[in-house]
Protein backbone atom coordinates (compact mmCIF):
# COMPACT_ATOMS: atom_id res chain seq x y z
CA UNK A 1 0.00 0.00 0.00
CA UNK A 2 2.45 2.85 -1.12
CA UNK A 3 -0.51 5.37 -2.17
CA UNK A 4 -2.00 7.67 0.88
CA UNK A 5 -5.55 6.36 2.03
CA UNK A 6 -8.46 7.57 4.01
CA UNK A 7 -10.82 5.26 5.67
CA UNK A 8 -13.60 6.16 8.11
CA UNK A 9 -13.77 4.11 11.08
CA UNK A 10 -17.00 3.34 12.72
CA UNK A 11 -17.51 2.49 16.40
CA UNK A 12 -21.02 -0.17 16.40
CA UNK A 13 -21.99 -0.26 19.84
CA UNK A 14 -23.39 -3.95 19.34
CA UNK A 15 -24.69 -3.29 23.39
CA UNK A 16 -27.69 -1.41 21.28
CA UNK A 17 -28.11 -4.03 17.87
CA UNK A 18 -27.92 -1.88 14.75
CA UNK A 19 -27.87 -4.53 11.80
CA UNK A 20 -24.60 -4.18 11.05
CA UNK A 21 -23.09 -4.48 14.24
CA UNK A 22 -24.66 -1.67 16.74
CA UNK A 23 -25.44 2.23 16.37
CA UNK A 24 -22.57 4.35 15.34
CA UNK A 25 -22.09 6.50 18.42
CA UNK A 26 -18.37 7.40 17.53
CA UNK A 27 -16.27 7.58 14.61
CA UNK A 28 -12.97 8.22 13.48
CA UNK A 29 -10.58 9.28 10.13
CA UNK A 30 -7.60 7.24 9.66
CA UNK A 31 -5.08 8.34 7.74
CA UNK A 32 -2.02 5.71 6.32
CA UNK A 33 1.24 6.85 3.93
CA UNK A 34 2.84 3.80 2.55
CA UNK A 35 0.66 1.44 5.12
CA UNK A 36 1.27 3.25 8.24
CA UNK A 37 -1.12 5.04 10.04
CA UNK A 38 -0.47 9.10 9.77
CA UNK A 39 -3.08 10.26 11.75
CA UNK A 40 -6.07 9.06 13.91
CA UNK A 41 -8.99 12.47 14.06
CA UNK A 42 -11.97 11.37 16.16
CA UNK A 43 -14.37 14.31 16.72
CA UNK A 44 -15.25 14.59 20.32
CA UNK A 45 -18.55 15.00 19.59
CA UNK A 46 -19.19 11.99 17.69
CA UNK A 47 -21.53 10.69 14.79
CA UNK A 48 -23.54 13.83 15.66
CA UNK A 49 -20.99 16.40 14.84
CA UNK A 50 -21.98 15.22 11.23
CA UNK A 51 -25.34 17.05 11.60
CA UNK A 52 -23.88 20.49 11.15
CA UNK A 53 -22.90 20.02 7.27
CA UNK A 54 -25.95 18.15 6.48
CA UNK A 55 -28.21 19.88 4.23
CA UNK A 56 -30.04 16.67 2.13
CA UNK A 57 -33.52 16.12 3.08
CA UNK A 58 -33.88 12.23 2.80
CA UNK A 59 -36.68 10.10 4.71
CA UNK A 60 -35.45 7.59 7.05
CA UNK A 61 -36.33 3.87 6.83
CA UNK A 62 -40.05 3.58 7.57
CA UNK A 63 -38.91 2.09 11.50
CA UNK A 64 -36.22 4.63 12.28
CA UNK A 65 -39.20 6.80 11.90
CA UNK A 66 -39.67 6.02 15.72
CA UNK A 67 -37.23 8.08 16.21
CA UNK A 68 -37.46 11.06 13.39
CA UNK A 69 -38.56 11.01 10.00
CA UNK A 70 -35.74 12.09 8.85
CA UNK A 71 -32.45 10.01 8.07
CA UNK A 72 -28.66 10.96 9.26
CA UNK A 73 -25.40 9.15 9.13
CA UNK A 74 -25.62 7.66 12.51
CA UNK A 75 -28.29 5.57 11.64
CA UNK A 76 -27.09 4.82 7.79
CA UNK A 77 -25.82 1.47 8.81
CA UNK A 78 -29.43 0.44 8.01
CA UNK A 79 -28.19 -3.12 6.16
CA UNK A 80 -27.13 -6.00 7.21
CA UNK A 81 -24.94 -6.64 4.17
CA UNK A 82 -21.97 -4.91 5.17
CA UNK A 83 -20.79 -3.25 1.75
CA UNK A 84 -24.12 -1.47 1.13
CA UNK A 85 -24.41 -0.16 4.70
CA UNK A 86 -20.79 1.00 3.94
CA UNK A 87 -21.50 2.59 0.89
CA UNK A 88 -24.22 4.82 2.81
CA UNK A 89 -22.04 5.44 5.31
CA UNK A 90 -19.42 6.92 3.02
CA UNK A 91 -22.21 8.94 1.21
CA UNK A 92 -23.82 10.39 4.42
CA UNK A 93 -20.53 11.42 5.87
CA UNK A 94 -19.05 12.65 2.30
CA UNK A 95 -22.88 14.61 2.20
CA UNK A 96 -21.99 15.97 5.69
CA UNK A 97 -19.12 18.30 4.57
CA UNK A 98 -16.82 15.27 5.21
CA UNK A 99 -13.72 14.26 3.17
CA UNK A 100 -14.13 11.45 0.09
CA UNK A 101 -12.92 7.62 2.22
CA UNK A 102 -11.66 5.20 0.53
CA UNK A 103 -13.32 2.38 2.58
CA UNK A 104 -15.28 2.00 5.68
CA UNK A 105 -13.92 -0.28 8.85
CA UNK A 106 -16.50 -1.35 11.83
CA UNK A 107 -15.00 -1.82 15.27
CA UNK A 108 -17.23 -3.44 17.63
CA UNK A 109 -16.29 -2.57 21.69
CA UNK A 110 -15.92 -6.37 21.85
CA UNK A 111 -12.75 -5.30 19.79
CA UNK A 112 -11.07 -2.99 22.61
CA UNK A 113 -12.45 -5.63 25.11
CA UNK A 114 -10.21 -8.42 23.96
CA UNK A 115 -7.25 -6.43 22.93
CA UNK A 116 -6.95 -4.97 26.47
CA UNK A 117 -7.57 -8.46 27.95
CA UNK A 118 -4.14 -9.19 25.93
CA UNK A 119 -1.69 -5.73 25.66
CA UNK A 120 -3.24 -4.71 29.42
CA UNK A 121 -5.16 -1.49 30.61
CA UNK A 122 -4.00 1.91 29.40
CA UNK A 123 -3.38 5.05 31.79
CA UNK A 124 -5.80 7.84 31.03
CA UNK A 125 -5.71 9.50 34.16
CA UNK A 126 -4.16 12.24 33.18
CA UNK A 127 -7.26 13.42 30.92
CA UNK A 128 -9.90 11.48 32.79
CA UNK A 129 -8.99 10.02 35.74
CA UNK A 130 -9.59 6.51 34.51
CA UNK A 131 -7.31 3.26 33.73
CA UNK A 132 -9.22 1.74 31.36
CA UNK A 133 -9.00 -2.59 31.08
CA UNK A 134 -10.98 -4.65 29.44
CA UNK A 135 -13.05 -5.35 32.94
CA UNK A 136 -14.34 -1.77 32.40
CA UNK A 137 -13.95 -0.36 28.98
CA UNK A 138 -18.20 -1.05 28.02
CA UNK A 139 -19.35 0.82 31.09
CA UNK A 140 -16.39 3.85 32.07
CA UNK A 141 -16.91 4.54 28.14
CA UNK A 142 -20.49 4.41 27.96
CA UNK A 143 -20.57 6.53 31.54
CA UNK A 144 -18.44 9.35 29.58
CA UNK A 145 -20.18 8.97 25.72
CA UNK A 146 -23.82 9.72 27.81
CA UNK A 147 -22.70 12.39 29.31
CA UNK A 148 -24.93 15.82 28.66
CA UNK A 149 -23.98 19.18 26.96
CA UNK A 150 -23.61 20.96 30.33
CA UNK A 151 -20.94 18.58 31.27
CA UNK A 152 -19.42 18.22 28.20
CA UNK A 153 -19.30 19.19 24.20
CA UNK A 154 -16.86 16.08 23.63
CA UNK A 155 -18.43 13.70 25.32
CA UNK A 156 -16.98 10.69 22.62
CA UNK A 157 -13.48 12.26 22.79
CA UNK A 158 -12.53 9.39 24.68
CA UNK A 159 -12.73 7.01 21.95
CA UNK A 160 -9.88 8.45 19.91
CA UNK A 161 -7.78 9.29 22.90
CA UNK A 162 -7.97 5.44 23.82
CA UNK A 163 -6.73 4.60 20.19
CA UNK A 164 -4.10 6.77 20.07
CA UNK A 165 -2.63 5.87 23.12
CA UNK A 166 -3.01 2.34 22.29
CA UNK A 167 -1.48 2.81 19.47
CA UNK A 168 1.81 4.40 21.02
CA UNK A 169 1.64 1.51 23.44
CA UNK A 170 1.47 -1.48 21.42
CA UNK A 171 4.82 -1.84 19.84
CA UNK A 172 6.39 -1.78 23.35
CA UNK A 173 3.83 -4.57 25.27
CA UNK A 174 4.42 -7.10 22.16
CA UNK A 175 5.84 -9.60 22.96
CA UNK A 176 6.21 -13.68 22.35
CA UNK A 177 4.19 -14.71 25.10
CA UNK A 178 1.13 -12.52 24.06
CA UNK A 179 1.53 -12.36 20.35
CA UNK A 180 0.03 -15.36 19.53
CA UNK A 181 -3.14 -14.57 21.67
CA UNK A 182 -3.29 -11.62 20.08
CA UNK A 183 -3.32 -13.38 16.09
CA UNK A 184 -5.87 -15.79 17.58
CA UNK A 185 -8.47 -12.79 18.90
CA UNK A 186 -8.32 -10.98 16.03
CA UNK A 187 -8.87 -13.66 13.78
CA UNK A 188 -12.07 -14.36 15.99
CA UNK A 189 -12.94 -11.28 15.72
CA UNK A 190 -12.81 -11.44 11.80
CA UNK A 191 -14.88 -14.64 11.94
CA UNK A 192 -17.12 -13.47 14.27
CA UNK A 193 -18.16 -9.80 12.45
CA UNK A 194 -16.39 -7.77 15.28
CA UNK A 195 -14.45 -6.56 13.11
CA UNK A 196 -15.66 -5.21 9.14
CA UNK A 197 -13.97 -4.26 5.99
CA UNK A 198 -15.25 -2.49 2.79
CA UNK A 199 -13.07 -0.79 0.47
CA UNK A 200 -13.58 1.17 -2.75
CA UNK A 201 -10.61 -0.26 -4.64
CA UNK A 202 -12.29 -3.44 -5.91
CA UNK A 203 -9.14 -5.43 -5.55
CA UNK A 204 -8.85 -4.84 -2.22
CA UNK A 205 -12.74 -5.83 -1.80
CA UNK A 206 -12.21 -8.88 -3.47
CA UNK A 207 -9.37 -9.47 -1.42
CA UNK A 208 -11.88 -8.62 1.78
CA UNK A 209 -15.02 -10.97 0.37
CA UNK A 210 -12.24 -13.77 -0.43
CA UNK A 211 -11.00 -13.38 3.14
CA UNK A 212 -15.04 -13.91 4.24
CA UNK A 213 -14.02 -10.16 6.31
CA UNK A 214 -16.39 -8.19 4.16
CA UNK A 215 -19.19 -9.03 5.48
CA UNK A 216 -21.45 -9.40 2.26
CA UNK A 217 -24.77 -11.15 2.90
CA UNK A 218 -23.78 -14.57 0.44
CA UNK A 219 -25.88 -16.07 -2.00
CA UNK A 220 -26.75 -19.96 -1.30
CA UNK A 221 -28.27 -22.79 -3.38
CA UNK A 222 -30.14 -24.40 -0.28
CA UNK A 223 -31.64 -23.12 2.57
CA UNK A 224 -30.77 -19.81 4.01
CA UNK A 225 -31.51 -17.87 7.34
CA UNK A 226 -30.34 -14.49 9.14
CA UNK A 227 -32.04 -13.09 11.41
CA UNK A 228 -31.24 -9.71 12.12
CA UNK A 229 -32.46 -7.33 15.55
CA UNK A 230 -32.51 -3.61 15.11
CA UNK A 231 -32.52 -2.18 18.27
CA UNK A 232 -34.52 1.50 17.82
CA UNK A 233 -34.93 3.27 21.05
CA UNK A 234 -34.38 0.81 23.04
CA UNK A 235 -31.46 1.85 25.05
CA UNK A 236 -28.03 0.25 25.80
CA UNK A 237 -30.48 -2.95 26.39
CA UNK A 238 -28.78 -5.66 24.09
CA UNK A 239 -26.13 -6.09 26.12
CA UNK A 240 -28.67 -8.06 28.64
CA UNK A 241 -29.87 -9.82 26.10
CA UNK A 242 -29.83 -13.36 25.17
CA UNK A 243 -31.16 -15.02 22.08
CA UNK A 244 -31.67 -18.70 21.37
CA UNK A 245 -32.65 -19.36 17.61
CA UNK A 246 -34.81 -22.89 16.94
CA UNK A 247 -34.97 -23.95 13.23
CA UNK A 248 -36.96 -27.06 12.20
CA UNK A 249 -37.29 -28.48 8.67
CA UNK A 250 -40.10 -30.56 7.79
CA UNK A 251 -40.32 -32.32 4.78
CA UNK A 252 -44.27 -32.80 3.10
CA UNK A 253 -45.02 -36.01 1.42
CA UNK A 254 -45.46 -33.80 -1.89
CA UNK A 255 -41.52 -32.72 -1.44
CA UNK A 256 -42.59 -29.75 -0.39
CA UNK A 257 -40.43 -27.85 2.45
CA UNK A 258 -41.76 -26.16 5.69
CA UNK A 259 -39.57 -24.27 7.98
CA UNK A 260 -40.78 -23.49 11.50
CA UNK A 261 -38.45 -21.09 13.10
CA UNK A 262 -38.60 -19.88 16.47
CA UNK A 263 -36.76 -17.16 17.81
CA UNK A 264 -36.44 -16.96 21.86
CA UNK A 265 -35.44 -13.39 23.36
CA UNK A 266 -34.79 -13.14 27.10
CA UNK A 267 -34.06 -9.92 29.00
CA UNK A 268 -31.88 -9.84 31.73
CA UNK A 269 -31.69 -6.51 33.11
CA UNK A 270 -32.98 -5.80 36.11
CA UNK A 271 -35.34 -3.06 35.70
CA UNK A 272 -33.75 0.96 35.80
CA UNK A 273 -30.56 -1.29 36.04
CA UNK A 274 -28.40 1.80 34.38
CA UNK A 275 -28.22 1.89 30.75
CA UNK A 276 -30.30 -1.87 29.99
CA UNK A 277 -33.23 -1.67 32.27
CA UNK A 278 -35.77 -0.39 30.02
CA UNK A 279 -37.32 -1.90 27.39
CA UNK A 280 -35.71 -3.61 24.45
CA UNK A 281 -37.08 -2.45 21.35
CA UNK A 282 -36.00 -4.60 18.43
CA UNK A 283 -37.48 -4.01 14.56
CA UNK A 284 -36.64 -8.24 13.78
CA UNK A 285 -36.07 -8.96 10.19
CA UNK A 286 -35.57 -12.59 8.81
CA UNK A 287 -33.71 -12.96 5.88
CA UNK A 288 -35.26 -16.56 3.99
CA UNK A 289 -34.71 -17.99 0.82
CA UNK A 290 -35.80 -15.78 -1.93
CA UNK A 291 -39.93 -16.43 -2.84
CA UNK A 292 -40.25 -18.37 0.42
CA UNK A 293 -43.94 -17.93 1.63
CA UNK A 294 -45.19 -16.74 4.75
CA UNK A 295 -47.49 -19.28 6.60
CA UNK A 296 -48.19 -17.90 10.29
CA UNK A 297 -46.84 -15.90 12.71
CA UNK A 298 -47.07 -15.10 16.22
CA UNK A 299 -45.35 -13.21 19.10
CA UNK A 300 -44.34 -9.88 17.58
CA UNK A 301 -45.24 -6.89 19.55
CA UNK A 302 -46.05 -3.73 17.06
CA UNK A 303 -45.47 -0.33 18.19
CA UNK A 304 -48.20 1.68 18.44
CA UNK A 305 -48.56 3.93 16.12
CA UNK A 306 -48.78 7.23 17.86
CA UNK A 307 -45.09 6.50 18.90
CA UNK A 308 -43.65 7.66 15.82
CA UNK A 309 -42.72 10.91 14.16
CA UNK A 310 -45.44 12.53 11.74
CA UNK A 311 -44.45 13.09 8.29
CA UNK A 312 -42.61 15.89 7.18
CA UNK A 313 -42.71 17.23 4.17
CA UNK A 314 -40.18 17.81 1.34
CA UNK A 315 -37.95 14.44 2.60
CA UNK A 316 -36.57 12.35 -0.88
CA UNK A 317 -37.11 8.49 -0.84
CA UNK A 318 -33.84 6.73 -0.59
CA UNK A 319 -33.31 4.51 -3.76
CA UNK A 320 -31.75 1.68 -2.21
CA UNK A 321 -34.29 1.54 0.54
CA UNK A 322 -37.46 2.32 -1.89
CA UNK A 323 -36.06 -0.83 -3.75
CA UNK A 324 -35.87 -2.89 -1.14
CA UNK A 325 -38.58 -2.28 2.11
CA UNK A 326 -39.94 0.72 0.10
CA UNK A 327 -42.02 -2.30 -2.16
CA UNK A 328 -42.64 -4.39 1.09
CA UNK A 329 -46.91 -6.17 1.23
CA UNK A 330 -48.11 -6.36 4.63
CA UNK A 331 -49.17 -9.93 6.28
CA UNK A 332 -52.88 -8.42 7.32
CA UNK A 333 -53.18 -10.93 10.68
CA UNK A 334 -49.86 -10.23 11.89
CA UNK A 335 -48.38 -6.95 10.30
CA UNK A 336 -45.44 -8.75 9.51
CA UNK A 337 -43.95 -6.54 6.02
CA UNK A 338 -42.73 -9.00 3.31
CA UNK A 339 -40.29 -7.96 0.58
CA UNK A 340 -37.44 -8.80 -1.18
CA UNK A 341 -34.08 -7.66 -0.42
CA UNK A 342 -30.17 -9.27 -1.72
CA UNK A 343 -31.75 -11.53 -3.45
CA UNK A 344 -33.44 -12.86 -0.39
CA UNK A 345 -37.55 -12.78 1.25
CA UNK A 346 -37.48 -10.91 4.38
CA UNK A 347 -39.99 -10.90 7.01
CA UNK A 348 -40.24 -8.47 9.31
CA UNK A 349 -41.90 -6.93 12.59
CA UNK A 350 -41.39 -5.46 16.09
CA UNK A 351 -40.69 -7.04 18.98
CA UNK A 352 -40.79 -5.38 22.45
CA UNK A 353 -39.76 -6.80 25.91
CA UNK A 354 -39.37 -5.17 29.10
CA UNK A 355 -36.61 -6.34 32.16
CA UNK A 356 -36.78 -9.68 33.24
CA UNK A 357 -39.39 -10.85 30.33
CA UNK A 358 -39.11 -13.65 27.96
CA UNK A 359 -40.53 -13.52 24.56
CA UNK A 360 -40.97 -16.67 21.89
CA UNK A 361 -41.35 -15.37 18.05
CA UNK A 362 -42.67 -18.27 15.75
CA UNK A 363 -42.66 -18.06 12.21
CA UNK A 364 -43.40 -20.93 9.58
CA UNK A 365 -42.53 -20.31 5.97
CA UNK A 366 -42.33 -22.86 2.74
CA UNK A 367 -39.58 -22.86 1.09
CA UNK A 368 -39.63 -21.97 -2.74
CA UNK A 369 -38.28 -25.33 -4.08
CA UNK A 370 -39.07 -29.12 -3.14
CA UNK A 371 -37.22 -31.40 -2.36
CA UNK A 372 -37.59 -33.52 -5.26
CA UNK A 373 -36.47 -30.73 -7.83
CA UNK A 374 -34.24 -31.16 -10.04
CA UNK A 375 -32.81 -28.08 -9.98
CA UNK A 376 -32.20 -28.56 -6.19
CA UNK A 377 -29.18 -30.50 -4.34
CA UNK A 378 -30.68 -34.12 -3.54
CA UNK A 379 -28.69 -33.80 0.21
CA UNK A 380 -30.55 -30.50 1.62
CA UNK A 381 -28.61 -30.56 5.15
CA UNK A 382 -25.16 -30.97 2.93
CA UNK A 383 -25.94 -27.60 0.42
CA UNK A 384 -28.34 -25.71 3.32
CA UNK A 385 -27.11 -22.13 3.71
CA UNK A 386 -25.01 -20.19 6.81
CA UNK A 387 -27.51 -20.28 10.11
Excluded at 127 to 156: C, H, R
Excluded at 167 to 189: G, H, V, Y
Excluded at 226 to 254: F, L, M, S, Y
Excluded at 314 to 343: C, M, R, W
Amino acid sequence: MSADKRYLLVFQNNSELRASGGFIGSFALIDFSKGEIKNIEAPGGGSYDTEAGWLKKIKAPEPLSLVRADWHFWDANWWPDWPASARKLAWFYENSDGATVDGVISFTPTVMEKLLAIIGPIDLKEKYGLIISADNFWSETQKLAEQKPDVTKQPKKIIGDLMNKIIEELPRRLSKDNLLPLFKAMNDLLVSKNILFYFTDNNLEAKADSLDWSGRIKDTAGDYLNVINTNIAGGKTDHKIKQEIIHKTKIQPDGSIIDDLTIRRVHEAIKREPFSGVRNVNWVRVYVPLGSELLSVSGFKPVAKIFFSEEVAGLADDPDVLAGEGQAQTHEVSGTKIYNEFNKTVFANWSQLDPGETVEINIKYRLPFKLTDKKQPVNLMEKAGAF
